[in-house]
């Protein structure tokens, strides 16, 4: 259960609406799982109190677009680019029982949790049949977290109508519960126009957002154009990576209102293109982070978020550079913006619902950083950092410990799963 009343005492506060700012010996007060008021000396009669001295407390991060499946194939496609990556998850994840699928998105989604993030959308496209459609919606609510369901349509072949319309009518069709859903189809990147047609028009009829992997190629070279051409930017579109878009598709990506989830670790790691982030943010368009596919790069958002930063910094263009505070920007509320969510999460703004997460300053990592907590939570800390979460006012992890779930139980499904699909 919520407790009706938290104060979190005496913080090292940082908030990120509309800017990151800190406030120093701030109080942060949670009612009913919602944020009620920031700000010193709050009043804590019947609250349990969370003593937040020697802590940074900040809105929970927003990762969105991770594959969480991949926990059973960590680091299995490391040192290969994404034609040698994508034939190693068709192979393997092929393997994968809905028992299987289970215990990596649980995995996966408490591995966010225990990292900070409480917010993730989940493109799950390793769903074979129904069942694994239901294993992982069962484990991203048995988990605790925030998240968005991504529906996935398999590489090859078509996407599974009816059972996204069946998860839609009897799984997902509360869109203000804490798991929500989208459609996760292929895209016109890599399927031709009256199959994406197909596709979107589904999405209308569901009431679903549409997320999609995005590139020049290999079917359109300019996919944002073909969507224009068939009617259909008018969808509400998450689009993802993107980098060899040319600037016009970027522009009428912004013109539509579409957002972006860019993920530096993995597409440099499987050497998908220049960093494409500095241009979104050129053009205008929303942009949020994603760790992606911990098969290729590091899971918590604290290595996303180095790796956004130092990336930036290698551009041609000075207004293509990332300060510490936009990458922050862009792992809380652009992130809970690109994916719809902005109304509920990504800053402490009165009223919005208590995802909130806290860092030990008095960590050895963390030592003297209370003199620039913005740019040592980006540059500095790592998940062994995070000491309390909470989600919608629940708190999931209590001094360093997540507090719901049998884990060893959970890690022993993990180990199985991995066994299979290695074929031991």
Known sequence: MTDPRIVLRNG???????????????????????????????????????????????????????????????????????????????????????????????????????????????????????????????????????????????????????????????????????????????????????????????????????????SAGPVATQPVSVLREQGLLDVKALYVHGNSLDDDELKLIADSGGTASVTPSTEAMLSIGRPVTGRYRRAGVTTGLGADAVTSAPGDMFSVMRAALIASQLADDADQRLSVKDVLRMATLDGATALGLADRIGSLRPGKQADVILLRLDDLSLLTADRDPIAAVVTAAHPQNVDTVLVAGQVVKSEGRLVNGDLPRAARALRAAAAVVNGS
Do not use: C, K
């Open 12 to 214: 090292h506060v940082i908030d990120t609406e509309p800017e990151p700012v800190v406030h120093s010996h701030t109080d942060v007060l949670i009612e009913n799982g919602r944020i009620t008021a920031v700000g010193p000396d709050l009043p804590a009669e019947g609250a349990t109190v969370i003593d937040a001295t020697d802590r940074i407390v900040l809105p929970g991060f927003v990762d969105t677009h991770r594959h969480v499946w991949q926990s059973a194939l960590r680091s299995a496609a490391v040192d290969m680019d994404l034609m040698g990556y994508l034939g190693v998850m068709g192979q393997l994840g092929a393997r994968l029982g809905p028992q299987d699928i289970h215990a990596a998105t649980l995995v996966g989604a408490l591995e966010s949790l225990d990292s900070g993030i409480t917010t993730l959308m989940d493109f799950s496209h390793a769903l074979h049949t129904p069942e694994h459609a239901d294993a992982a919606v069962d484990s991203l609510r048995a988990a605790g977290l925030r998240a968005v369901f991504g529906y996935g349509f398999p590489l090859t072949g078509a996407g599974n109508y009816a059972d996204a319309r069946r998860i839609r009518a009897e799984r997902l069709g509360d869109d203000d519960a804490l798991v929500t859903m989208a459609l996760a189809p292929l895209g016109p990147s890599y399927t031709p126009a009256e199959v994406v047609a197909e596709d979107w028009r589904l999405a209308a009829e569901l009431g679903l957002p549409v997320t999609f992997h995005v």
